[in-house]
């Protein structure tokens, strides 16, 4: 493999176990197996297998992936997306509520990543602003308000730490920021996206608020997030990339005083 285009296609075939002409132009990113089982379930399509290193399934021109989680397997699956240059894509995510406003199952609509992970220094300068895609953002706000659902916006905060909910320090200067949320992968999604041309944006749902001990994050607080919230999360996604797809990336329900 010679160049940069070689690898990456011979690379995302390999951690999906899925040919170049089975990917949709729009992409459905996720962290978690469950999500791609609900999209199966929502989709009526066969349940992907687990052979591969990232799952992952088509249906309906959209395709599901789990990457992991962290940010360096947020930016390897945007480098290996190149590939097929998809049209959207659009990370469904959990992320942990920084702000006395959010609650658990709230919706997040990120605005801005704060980029304090690291990895997308690799890519660009670090004071390149990390930014969606509006055109995607925009679907996913027609598409929560169809449903029903009310959202924040503001920024996220991404960081490369997985324990630091001890550290009354760090968690100090995430309030100096004035993010909404933290999580390990939005700023390096926006920042690859932007670096390879692909237009990318996230609709992040709470799961936990670790800024306070009662707050943290447990495997059955989790599965409450999950069980209640996660089907509507992806049903969500799914319609706003449609919406993309039928070039109706409306946000007509939105009013704007000056």
Not at 4 to 9: D, L, T
Not at 64 to 78: D, E, Q, R, V, Y
Not at 82 to 88: G, I, L, Q, W
Request: glycine residues 8%.
């Amino acid at each position: 493999m010679r160049n940069r285009q070689e690898i990456v296609e011979n690379w995302l075939q390999r951690y999906t176990g899925m040919q170049l002409s089975e990917f949709g132009e729009h992409i459905l990113l996720t962290n978690f197996n469950k999500y791609v089982d609900i999209f199966c379930e929502l989709t009526g399509t066969e349940v992907a297998g687990y052979t591969s290193n990232m799952r992952a399934v088509t249906a309906d021109g959209i395709t599901m992936i789990n990457f992991g989680i962290g940010s360096p397997n947020a930016a390897l699956i945007m480098d290996l997306l190149s590939a097929v240059k998809p049209k959207a894509c659009l990370f469904l995510g959990k992320t942990g509520g920084i702000s006395e406003k959010t609650h658990l199952g709230d919706y997040i609509l990120p605005l801005a990543g704060i980029r304090g992970e690291g990895t997308s220094n690799d890519y660009l300068p670090t004071e390149v602003p990390a930014l969606p895609a509006f055109m995607l953002q925009r679907a996913v706000s027609t598409a929560l308000r169809d449903n029903g659902q009310d959202y924040w916006t503001g920024t996220v905060y991404t960081t490369n730490r997985r324990v630091w909910e001890h550290d009354e320090k760090f968690k100090e200067y995430l309030l100096q920021t004035r993010a909404m949320a933290v999580d390990m992968e939005t700023a390096t999604l926006f920042s690859c996206g932007f670096y390879n041309h692909i237009p990318t944006g996230a609709l992040l749902l709470v799961s936990d608020n670790p800024m306070v001990p009662e707050g943290i994050k447990t495997e059955a607080s989790d599965r409450h997030v999950t069980e209640n919230f996660a089907q509507t999360h992806v049903r969500i996604g799914i319609e706003a990339m449609k919406l993309i797809i039928g070039q109706r990336k409306t946000v007509r329900h939105l009013k704007y005083d000056w």
